[in-house]
Each structure stands twice: as C-alpha cells, then as structure tokens.
C-alpha cells in the first residue's frame, strides 16, 4: 500500500463552512417524528446521514501551489535614463511586434548624434587632408629617386624624403581609424536615439503598468510587463522526494473556483536548487477565455498513480473527535435499511429509519482524494456517518439515520469546498483590517 507522499491528514472543517450544513443537521435533529421525545430532552435521539462504504482503490495525487504565468511573459525596462514623456498604452492593451509603448525625452540624445555626426565629417576631412600629403610625399620621394640616379642630390636628402612619405602613409592609417571610431559613435548615438522610443518586442497584452510621464526612468526601472494571455503556465515547485513519483507527462487537475482544468505537466527543470533541493514544473493551459490571470495562485493535484484496494469512505466521514483526540469514522453496528435512490436524495423530511447504534472506530488513512479516502480497519459495506459527527458525542452513540448515496455525499462536499473558496477570496480582496 502506497502512502500519501506528504503524510497528509484531514484537518477538522472550519466553522464558516459548516454553516453550509447546518441547514440539514437542523433538518435531520427536526424530523424524529416523535412529538413526545421533542418534548423532553434527555429522550432526544439526534439523526444523522450515513453512506455505505465501498472497495476500491484511489487515485494518488500530490497537491501543490502553483503560480499562473504568461506566456513569453517579460517585464520592459528602458535601455537609457532619461525623463519619461509619453505612455502610449494602458493596462489591458493588445500590442503587435514594434509597436511604440513610451516614448522618452530624446533632446539630449538627439544633440549627442549631431555632435557625433560632425566628428564623422570632420575625421573624413582628416582622411581626405592625410591622404593628399601622402601623394605629395610620395612624389617627392619619387622625385628625388630620380634624381639621386643622376647624381643629383645627396643620400641625405633622399632618405629625408623616404621617412616624409612613410609618415604621410601613418598619417592616412591613423585618420581611417578616427574614421572608423567617429562613426561608431555615431551610430551608438543613433541606436541610443531610438532607445527614447520603448517598442514591444513580441505581440502581446500589457499589465502592470507602473510608468507615468514625467518621471525619470533608468535601466532598473519597470515600466510594465508584456505577455501573451491567450496560453498560460501554472508553475509549480517540487522537492527531490517528489521527483520519485512525480514525471513530464503525467495528468494534472487545476482548482479553479468550482471549475477543474486538465493538462498533462509539460516541463520539469532537471537542475535542483543547491539549499532548498527544489526544482521548478510547468503546466502548459489554453487561456482563450482569459479565466486564468498572471499572477494567480491555484491548486495543482498531480495524478501518480493509484492505491492498492481498500475500503473506501467519503472525506466527510472522517471525523477528528474533539474528547479523544484521534481522527476515526462512525460505523453503525446495527443494520441501516436501504431505502430507494429518490428518498435517500430526498429533500427535508426525508426517510428517517429507527434509533441505530454507533461506534467510534479511530481509522488510519492508507490514502486521500479529494472526495473519499483509503481507511483501515473499516469493512466493505459498513454503514459509517457521513454528515452529524459532531451530535453523536461519545465513543458509542444511538442515533436515526438517514441513508444516503454518494452522489448526495460528493455534492454535498463540492459545496463546501466551493464554500471555503468563496470565504478565502473574500479574506484576500478585503481591505487591511477588516476580516
């Protein structure tokens, strides 16, 4: 048998969300049917809902936190200081490839280009002047080659003439390299002109937008993030234990409000963090609907595998008794009738079969899934309590039942779940102080 890898256990359900079953406890507690026993409370028996157990096995799923990113996400920082005086989009702008997003003050950069160009002209004139001495050195080397032939001038001034015209050809190497350093400035300062203009560099959405005209901008400064919205990732971090059971291609589900998203895990990095041990997945998700927001955290269950074969019991069922302090189910010892599907799904005022006798049975939890978990030592076929816990009291208890399948016991429990979801998000979208 397979553990959960994390040894996770049901932790008690919060009190807001039970406010969602109190309705139907209140129901159950009302419909003994017995005007006497309601009349004196030391004869009131409390009535609860109970599913049969089942055998099977589970789906093995680790659950994670992940993080919703944007494909091709990037965060746009200038390449230049300079003051900010345009911003040409808002938050929730489409943009193409190009497409100008702030403009900043280009009046410096654009008197630094024409400095620089002049300093290309003027090393060409350089060049130009260099070049000519060359010619006339080397004709008056040439000159007095022709000469020195005849006998008509020293060796002296022959040799003057020589060093004049390899002079004038050093002249012209070190005019083409002023040349060659004007005009790198000057196209330096030609991309820093373009600069002032910030363009997407992909097609995109824009968010985060945090520049506003006006205000100095630097290399270090966000301006906004670009990302393509319409296919997201869920990032999710996974330690080297995990990495047994955990694989690229295994089915993943995504808790999105009431809604489940499937998709296989795309990427698993194969490089660990040297402290922490941990490594960084990726779930790729089609986002057309735009329900999936960068930055978002969601639920991940990844699927590993499955359980052996064991018995099986709703979530709600388990049930950490508050006097033993240990985590068991209520089974019923005595018989429960079956009654038909349409009344055990029945509204208020349901079935009710007659007084039953429960006992505690503390349970270890083989595996958990979202709706029912792997117990031992609770048989197949059992009776166990699924919705009532808490009026039951002891270790041994009576109390009437009405049973239920467990279609009844999963939608109940995707109401709760629903439920907590609800109050989570209401605590995160509240204002400091408030609760």
């Given at each position: 048998?397979?553990?959960?890898?994390?040894?996770?256990?049901?932790?008690?359900?919060?009190?807001?969300?039970?406010?969602?079953?109190?309705?139907?406890?209140?129901?159950?507690?009302?419909?003994?049917?017995?005007?006497?026993?309601?009349?004196?409370?030391?004869?009131?028996i409390p009535a609860v809902e109970a599913v049969r157990a089942r055998h099977g096995s589970l789906p093995l799923t680790q659950r994670l936190s992940g993080v919703v990113e944007a494909q091709n996400q990037v965060e746009l920082h200038?390449?230049?200081?300079?003051?900010?005086?345009?911003?040409?989009?808002?938050?929730?702008?489409?943009?193409?490839?190009?497409?100008?997003?702030?403009?900043?003050?280009?009046?410096?950069?654009?008197?630094?280009?024409?400095?620089?160009?002049?300093?290309?002209?003027?090393?060409?004139?350089?060049?130009?002047?260099?070049?000519?001495?060359?010619?006339?050195?080397?004709?008056?080397?040439?000159?007095?080659?022709?000469?020195?032939?005849?006998?008509?001038?020293?060796?002296?001034?022959?040799?003057?003439?020589?060093?004049?015209?390899?002079?004038?050809?050093?002249?012209?190497?070190?005019?083409?390299?002023?040349?060659?350093?004007?005009?790198?400035?000057?196209?330096?300062?030609?991309?820093?002109?373009?600069?002032?203009?910030?363009?997407?560099?992909?097609?995109?959405?824009?968010?985060?937008?945090?520049?506003?005209?006006?205000?100095?901008?630097?290399?270090?400064?966000?301006?906004?993030?670009?990302?393509?919205?319409?296919?997201?990732?869920?990032?999710?971090?996974?330690?080297?234990?995990?990495?047994?059971?955990?694989?690229?291609?295994?089915?993943?589900?995504?808790?999105?409000?009431?809604?489940?998203?499937?998709?296989?895990?795309?990427?698993?990095?194969?490089?660990?963090?040297?402290?922490?041990?941990?490594?960084?997945?990726?779930?790729?998700?089609?986002?057309?609907?735009?329900?999936?927001?960068?930055?978002?955290?969601?639920?991940?269950?990844?699927?590993?595998?499955?359980?052996?074969?064991?018995?099986?019991?709703?979530?709600?069922?388990?049930?950490?008794?508050?006097?033993?302090?240990?985590?068991?189910?209520?089974?019923?010892?005595?018989?429960?009738?079956?009654?038909?599907?349409?009344?055990?799904?029945?509204?208020?005022?349901?079935?009710?079969?007659?007084?039953?006798?429960?006992?505690?049975?503390?349970?270890?939890?083989?595996?958990?899934?979202?709706?029912?978990?792997?117990?031992?030592?609770?048989?197949?076929?059992?009776?166990?309590?699924?919705?009532?816990?808490?009026?039951?009291?002891?270790?041994?208890?009576?109390?009437?039942?009405?049973?239920?399948?467990?279609?009844?016991?999963?939608?109940?429990?995707?109401?709760?779940?629903?439920?907590?979801?609800?109050?989570?998000n209401q605590r995160k979208s509240a204002p400091d102080g408030e609760s």
């Amino acid at each position: 048998m397979k553990p959960d890898p994390d040894g996770s256990r049901l932790r008690p359900l919060r009190m807001p969300a039970l406010l969602l079953v109190a309705g139907v406890i209140m129901s159950l507690a009302g419909c003994t049917g017995d005007p006497q026993q309601q009349a004196d409370p030391e004869r009131l028996i409390p009535a609860v809902e109970a599913v049969r157990a089942r055998h099977g096995s589970l789906p093995l799923t680790q659950r994670l936190s992940g993080v919703v990113e944007a494909q091709n996400q990037v965060e746009l920082h200038p390449e230049i200081t300079a003051v900010v005086t345009d911003v040409l989009v808002v938050d929730g702008d489409a943009v193409e490839a190009g497409q100008p997003l702030v403009r900043l003050r280009a009046t410096e950069f654009e008197k630094r280009l024409s400095q620089a160009q002049a300093n290309h002209r003027i090393a060409l004139a350089q060049l130009r002047r260099a070049e000519a001495l060359a010619r006339e050195a080397r004709a008056d080397y040439a000159r007095l080659q022709s000469l020195a032939g005849e006998d008509l001038t020293s060796q002296a001034e022959l040799e003057a003439a020589q060093a004049r015209a390899e002079t004038a050809e050093a002249e012209i190497e070190l005019a083409e390299a002023r040349v060659e350093q004007a005009l790198a400035v000057a196209e330096e300062e030609e991309d820093n002109l373009a600069r002032t203009v910030v363009r997407a560099p992909l097609a995109g959405s824009v968010g985060n937008r945090a520049v506003e005209p006006g205000m100095l901008a630097n290399p270090s400064t966000r301006l906004l993030t670009l990302g393509v919205l319409d296919s997201v990732r869920v990032e999710i971090i996974l330690t080297d234990r995990m990495l047994a059971d955990i694989h690229e291609g295994q089915r993943t589900e995504i808790l999105l409000g009431g809604a489940l998203l499937s998709a296989p895990l795309a990427r698993i990095s194969p490089f660990l963090h040297p402290v922490s041990h941990t490594t960084e997945a990726e779930i790729d998700l089609d986002n057309r609907d735009r329900r999936l927001k960068p930055g978002m955290f969601v639920t991940v269950d990844v699927f590993y595998g499955e359980s052996e074969e064991a018995t099986l019991v709703p979530v709600s069922a388990i049930y950490e008794h508050p006097t033993l302090g240990v985590t068991g189910v209520y089974v019923a010892r005595d018989e429960v009738p079956d009654v038909p599907t349409e009344a055990a799904e029945g509204a208020d005022g349901g079935f009710l079969s007659a007084p039953v006798a429960f006992a505690f049975v503390p349970v270890e939890i083989l595996a958990e899934g979202r709706m029912e978990a792997a117990v031992r030592p609770v048989e197949p076929d059992a009776w166990v309590v699924s919705l009532g816990q808490n009026l039951l009291g002891g270790e041994d208890a009576r109390a009437r039942v009405r049973p239920v399948d467990w279609r009844r016991v999963e939608r109940l429990q995707s109401l709760l779940r629903e439920d907590l979801m609800r109050e989570l998000n209401q605590r995160k979208s509240a204002p400091d102080g408030e609760s």
